[in-house]
T-cell receptor
Framework: AQSVTQLDSQVPVFEEAPVELRCNYSSSVSVYLFWYVQYPNQGLQLLLKYLSGSTLVKGINGFEAEFNKSQTSFHLRKPSVHISDTAEYFCAVSENNDMRFGAGTRLTVKP | GAVVSQHPSRVICKSGTSVKIECRSLDFQATTMFWYRQFPKQSLMLMATSNEGSKATYEQGVEKDKFLINHASLTLSTLTVTSAHPEDSSFYIC??????????????FGPGTRLTVL
């Protein structure tokens, strides 16, 4: 069965700085990978997904992620963050249509 | 894009009562829906997979008699928390899978329901 590890539970960063949120997964078969953002008391919003094709995936709000099969990673990046990016970010992996989530990374953007 | 709604968005109830949460796919048919539970500052944990017209499949450790799931149509699944207790207080999120895609059947998430049991 697949599993997801988000290596950082909290990431504080200053406004306009770059950020990387790390995600590693384990799976025995081909998987589909996702990043979601969750604002307080709200549901999940899809940032981006990797299904196939180019390993560099661009999403909404200026985020992008790169699928690295050899390192089983799918790290999320943004070159310049805003205060409004403060939220919880979840990496997820889907194998055989069964989706599992990482523990989440709390991104806090400080002025 | 595909939209999934949940009702109610938040509910407060007394201990011992039952609460029903609805999950609807608004613009697509979903033969499969999923129910997740999220405790404060934690991740989403899959509770059960709901298949239209058949019994739900529950994850290990989830009491099927406590969390009743009904998926009577291709656009509606309900989760009933029976005899709710304070420890059932949580954020419940559903998702629906669009099975019409030829390549990958993506899940779309509802906005969640905040349940508080007093």
């Amino acid at each position: 069965a697949q599993s997801v590890t988000q290596l950082d539970s909290q990431v504080p960063v200053f406004e306009e700085a770059p950020v990387e949120l790390r995600c590693n997964y384990s799976s025995s078969v081909s998987v589909y990978l996702f990043w979601y953002v969750q604002y307080p008391n709200q549901g999940l919003q899809l940032l981006l997904k990797y299904l196939s094709g180019s390993t560099l995936v661009k999403g909404i709000n200026g985020f992008e992620a790169e699928f690295n099969k050899s390192q089983t990673s799918f790290h999320l990046r943004k070159p310049s963050v805003h205060i409004s990016d403060t939220a919880e970010y979840f990496c997820a992996v889907s194998e055989n249509n069964d989706m599992r989530f990482g523990a989440g990374t709390r991104l806090t953007v400080k002025p | 894009g595909a939209v999934v709604s949940q009702h109610p968005s938040r509910v407060i109830c007394k201990s011992g009562t039952s609460v029903k949460i609805e999950c609807r796919s608004l613009d697509f048919q979903a033969t499969t829906m999923f129910w997740y539970r999220q405790f404060p500052k934690q991740s989403l944990m899959l509770m059960a997979t709901s298949n239209e017209g058949s019994k739900a499949t529950y994850e290990q450790g989830v009491e099927k008699d406590k969390f009743l799931i009904n998926h009577a149509s291709l656009t509606l699944s309900t989760l009933t928390v029976t005899s709710a207790h304070p420890e059932d207080s949580s954020f419940y999120i559903c998702s629906a899978r669009d099975n019409s895609a030829s390549f990958y059947n993506e899940q779309f998430f509802g906005p969640g329901t905040r349940l508080t049991v007093l």
